[in-house]
């Protein structure tokens, strides 16, 4: 029976909040569960995080159009597209991948509206009114499908200020100097430090923890082959350029006379003419919503369907999810939650039990979690954490 409303004229069944690909890949697998009236919302431009990355940057997983033999590939944020197939190679840089993105919105003629800000999110009678900066719209469901790039951690030890983030260049010829000093040592961090060298830097990586020795079944835990070999490459040709301090935390970073001072908790002292980069992760992209949400300690909350706790009608999609320990950070691990959310959302408002069985054999459905949750990939409780991911 449809779900009705009293004094609450609905605009739209479902508002989707970001065009990246949780956000877009969401709104086709609502399609594909048969809710059609739904809107997507994006505050700048389909992908624009992804433009922002350092051109050198590239997707660590790898794309190969195996889509046809139920393979779906890994970027992929439909059963039935593939970026190794739209782009012909494996590992596409941001603008590349942002490209891709743009091309599925318009070949599938998504209701999008870009360069339109979401200013809040209101309950409202049977549903929610959105406030963006042109509009007010009323929606019985609201997914929220930001990504974390925007929320760079920038506070994390006494003189982070004294730091770049790794995430406000956007080439890494920008950095200037010949020698750079790098916080973190998971992928962003070790990006970084491969293409410096490359550059003729001398680079050194000080990090938590020393993840490209760990060994984890789980592929968010641990550097992705892609980064591995290049980090072994990197070293192997450029063995006096390249330092990588394990087990080491940044205690303090201090500036005097104009050098920057890196403290370690274990005691090393090390001083650089050049800010160093804090390669130290990203914010929970719930940050500008986190009041929607229960929380616990810095990790959101879940129903079972990858809906607020709080409240319902209020789903997420996104690198931040985390169900039952186990995190969905990568693109291929998230979009397996995009028929989830759709069948939720299909029931809630009424519609006929969706056919979703193609979603399933693809991937793009998977709500038995037992897999993950019985193996070494579960999330560490906040006390066990040695090293943000990056």
């Not at 968010?220 to 892609?226: K, N, Q, R, T």
Request: glycine fraction near 8%; include cysteine; charge should be negative.
């Amino acid at each position: 029976m449809k779900v009705t409303f009293t004094n609450c004229r609905m605009d739209f069944e479902a508002i989707i909040v970001g065009a990246g690909p949780a956000g877009i890949g969401c709104c086709l697998a609502l399609r594909r569960a048969g809710v059609e009236k739904v809107l997507l919302l994006e505050a700048e431009e389909v992908g624009a995080s992804f433009r922002r990355w350092p051109e050198e940057m590239r997707l660590i997983t790898p794309s190969f159009h195996g889509n046809p033999f139920f393979q779906t590939d890994l970027n992929a944020i439909t059963p039935d597209t593939s970026p190794a197939d739209f782009f012909q190679k494996e590992h596409l840089s941001g603008n590349e991948y942002a490209n891709y993105l743009a091309a599925v919105a318009q070949h599938f003629e998504l209701r999008l509206h870009e360069n339109e800000r979401v200013l809040q999110i209101q309950p409202e009678p049977g549903g929610y009114s959105i406030e963006t900066e042109q509009a007010t719209y009323r929606t019985s469901v609201v997914i929220w499908a930001g990504g974390e790039f925007s929320h760079p951690k920038t506070g994390s030890f006494p003189g982070a200020e004294h730091c770049a983030h790794s995430s406000v260049f956007r080439t890494w010829a920008d950095f200037k100097g010949d020698e750079a000093l790098i916080i973190g040592g998971y992928e962003s961090g070790i990006d970084a430090a491969c293409h410096l060298v490359q550059l003729g830097k001398r680079v050194v990586v000080i990090s938590t923890g020393e993840p490209w020795n760990v060994d984890n079944p789980d592929p968010s835990e641990v550097l992705s082959p892609y980064t591995r070999e290049r980090l072994k490459t990197t070293m192997q040709n450029n063995p006096k350029r390249l330092l990588l301090l394990g087990n080491s935390t940044v205690a303090r970073v201090g500036c005097l006379s104009k050098r920057y001072i890196v403290e370690t908790e274990d005691g090393k002292i090390l001083n650089t003419n050049h800010r160093p980069i804090a390669a130290i992760g990203f914010h929970s992209a719930l940050a500008p919503i986190k009041e929607l949400w229960a929380w616990e300690g810095s990790k959101p909350q879940f129903t079972e369907e990858d809906e607020s706790t709080l409240y319902p009608g209020i789903y997420y999609t996104g690198p931040s999810l985390v169900q039952r320990n186990s995190k969905f950070c990568f693109i291929y691990k998230f979009r397996s939650r995009f028929g989830v959310v759709a069948r939720s959302v299909a029931r809630r408002l009424g519609y006929p039990e969706p056919d979703l069985e193609d979603d399933r054999r693809r991937g793009f459905l998977v709500d038995d979690l037992e897999c993950c949750t019985n193996c070494e990939c579960a999330v560490e409780s906040e006390a066990e954490s040695v090293a943000p991911q990056s």
